[in-house]
């Protein structure tokens, strides 16, 4: 790590936020926008449960902090991977070429250099405010080990998302287009995230636990602090171990970028 | 002849859209990956009840299936107009002898042909496999399912006109875009059935254009609908189509006398 690293990050920090917010009622207008799109969701299941009562025995409050944990570590990660989720394009365009020639870290400057704010401001932004709103209707108890647990398990799930923004973007160097697999592995197995795994089919909650582990950015937190009968079909360790599965995950993607490195060919031009 | 020029845009965009193989067989994943998500929720819901208030899961299944297929089918790209008011190729179409409007009309509808035997076939196919569907109640009930779709096709590509109409003020269609996107998704029936709305906010929504999109064609496809009643269903989305139009017509007049182009 060189002495002005830090410096570095600032200096990336600020000019990005500058860009985004140059234009401040669009920039104001777009983050309230992605708000509303992602509440989307929100309202669906808010009516639904209207008419229903309860979803394989979730109450609203509950199905909403579910839902909660999805968009706070969402809105977090983005602040850190955008450059990641956006990689196919900065390859693309040729764009990785400049980052080569610069003498910082490759992954520093893709992390550092983009940050979807919007975004970030969004779905953060609804996350909070469900999480605050439902945290207390559920009665979770605030003492410190849920505090801690919370804390460390929100890192975790950041790092289970980073991690397959990772593993993708250096699927990128090889393929120069992996959207519809970004498409297929990580949004549309998030739309199931956003309910108790437990209620879908068998293949779906192995997808969910073991191919893309998303049931440990949400589903399993979330039965820690709210142990819900659907929990006993599942080890109870599960609940323990998102930060370890995040860790570890994020180090295998690292391992595999940095060995995808290697294989690098501009785009040409 | 008349029509000719606005066929060989049809065809056009039908025959580009079939160059990203690919990109298209994703496409048809994910709308069957939704159907199975909201069959799956709905499953759980019932939690082996037969039936809820008198609509029965099938039914539910039906109207998923039916509803996020034609969506795939009504995809209209909002970017289209705009894209060229902020290029100034906008310039250009003024000068050609076709309708622009038309022409518009004409590429999505090629795009539209294209989705309804490559996208929505398909999907309806496999989940009719996996979940299944009901048949239609009968021949006359499915030929009054396609006018009555076809309308609300009109419905939705109608609001999106405007939409994008409204590029000639605003920059930010996006926005615009996204949150017409939302209305669409929460009150026309495609991820809730309108069935289990509130009583207060289905009689609400019955003055929007919002339930003859998708869930009008529905309601006609399960037999649920008097002929008395389809007919009247299928003039009030005439009656939509002919006021959105109205609104369109108004709005890309003004645009036309707004719109400046910057030299280059």
């Known amino acids: 790590m060189k002495s002005d690293t830090l410096h570095v990050m600032a200096v990336y920090t600020k000019t990005i936020m500058k860009a985004w917010f140059q234009y401040r009622t669009d920039a104001l207008l777009s983050s309230l926008t992605v708000f509303f799109r992602e509440a989307t969701g929100i309202i669906v299941i808010y009516f639904t449960l209207l008419k229903f009562g309860n979803l394989g025995g979730w109450n609203i409050y509950e199905l909403l902090f579910l839902f909660s944990l999805l968009f706070l570590t969402y809105g977090i990660m983005i602040i850190f991977f955008t450059g990641l989720r956006d990689f196919g394009k900065t390859v693309r365009n040729g764009g990785f070429d400049r980052f080569i020639l610069r003498p910082r870290g490759l992954l520093f400057q893709v992390i550092f250099t983009n940050a979807d704010w919007f975004a970030a401001v969004g779905h953060g932004g609804l996350g909070v405010a469900l999480f605050i709103i439902t945290a207390g209707e559920v009665g979770i108890e605030w003492n410190l080990r849920n505090i801690v647990y919370c804390i460390f398990t929100v890192i975790g799930g950041v790092l289970i998302q980073g991690a397959i923004f990772l593993l993708l973007a250096a699927l990128n160097i090889y393929l120069f287009e992996t959207n519809s697999l970004k498409e297929l592995f990580y949004w549309n197995m998030r739309k199931f995230a956003g309910y108790p795994i437990s209620i879908f089919h068998k293949v779906i909650q192995i997808c969910m636990i073991y191919v893309v582990p998303f049931a440990f950015v949400n589903y399993f937190p979330a039965q820690y602090l709210l142990r819900k009968p659907d929990m006993a079909q599942y080890p109870a360790v599960y609940m323990y171990i998102t930060p370890i599965i995040g860790i570890t995950l994020y180090m295998l993607a690292y391992g595999f970028w940095k060995y995808s490195l290697r294989f690098y060919k501009s785009s040409g031009n | ?264």
């Open chain 2, 1 to 264: 002849m008349f029509i000719a020029p606005y066929f060989a845009f049809a065809k056009k965009s039908f025959l580009g859209r079939s160059a990203y193989r690919f990109e298209h067989f994703m496409s048809i994943l994910n709308t069957c990956l939704q159907i199975f998500i909201f069959a799956g929720i709905y499953i759980a819901l019932y939690n082996g009840r037969s039936e809820v208030d008198g609509i029965t899961i099938s039914m539910v299944s039906t109207n998923f299936v039916l509803s996020m297929g034609l969506k795939a089918v009504f995809c209209v790209d909002d970017y289209f107009l705009p894209s060229k008011v902020w290029d100034g190729s906008i310039a250009n179409e003024f000068l050609r002898p076709v309708s622009f409007r038309g022409r518009m009309l004409a590429e999505n509808m090629g795009n539209a042909a294209f989705n309804v035997i490559f996208h929505f076939l398909p999907a309806l196919i496999i989940s009719a496999v996996v979940i299944g569907i009901y048949p239609p109640e009968n021949i006359v009930m499915l030929l009054l399912f396609l006018l009555s779709a076809i309308l609300g096709y009109g419905v939705l590509w109608g609001i999106s006109f405007a939409v994008q109409a409204a590029a000639f003020w605003a920059i930010n269609i996006w926005s615009l875009s996204t949150l017409k996107d939302v209305f669409v998704n929460v009150l026309s029936g495609t991820m809730i059935p309108l069935w289990f709305m509130p009583e207060w906010l289905y009689e609400a929504l019955k003055l929007t254009p919002f339930p003859y999109i998708y869930f009008t064609p529905v309601q006609i496809y399960l037999g649920q609908l008097s002929y008395r009643q389809i007919l009247q269903q299928c003039g009030i989305q005439l009656v939509w189509i002919w006021l959105i139009y109205l609104l369109g017509t108004l709005l890309w007049k003004k645009g036309q006398k707004k719109l400046v182009v910057q030299g280059g």
